[in-house]
């Protein structure tokens, strides 16, 4: 059985998220009724509207609660000597710097810059020390990083 590595945070955020599916399934169980009292369900476009919410909606349940189920919760890095799942990174490239949280696949965000253990530039970083460079080959061309602080 596969197991999920994550956050504390990234694991309270997928129970909040698994809660508020479960909220919604009463609220589609009701269209689905109220669709129902109109009659013929073959071209009931509400119907079969709410059908498929429900459909996705219990996809994501299932999917929700397996990660839940499986997750193994990472304690962030009390050594901050060397980049590892949970560390805060401060890195430095020819634009400019950048903070990045290294997390597991589940929780990769790059617009909030949490980037996954998993990806490229996650793997260029793992296990590297403060004054590193680290060269990742993104779809632009080579990327040198260097990494300034570890959190």
């Known amino acids: 059985m596969k197991k ?9 955020k997928a129970q909040v998220e698994l809660e508020a599916l479960a909220l919604r399934r009463k609220e589609i169980i009701e269209k689905i009724k109220a669709a129902k009292e109109q009659g013929d369900l073959k071209e009931n476009g509400e119907y079969h509207e709410a059908k498929n919410d429900m459909a996705f909606n219990e996809s994501k349940i299932l999917e929700l609660e397996d990660l839940i189920r499986n997750a193994e ?4 890095p009390t050594n901050s000597q060397f980049v590892a799942l949970g560390s805060q990174i401060k890195v430095a490239n020819g634009v400019g710097e950048r903070d990045f949280l290294i997390v597991g696949p589940t929780e990769a965000n790059p617009a909030e810059r949490k980037i996954s253990d998993e990806s490229p530039l996650g793997q260029a970083f793992m296990h590297r020390s403060v004054g590193e460079e680290v ?8 990327q040198k990083y260097t990494i300034l602080e570890i959190k």
């Open 135 to 142: 060269e990742v080959e993104t779809p632009a061309g080579i």
């Open 73 to 76: 919760v990472v304690e962030s």
């Open 4 to 12: 999920y590595h994550m956050t504390q945070s990234g694991l309270e």
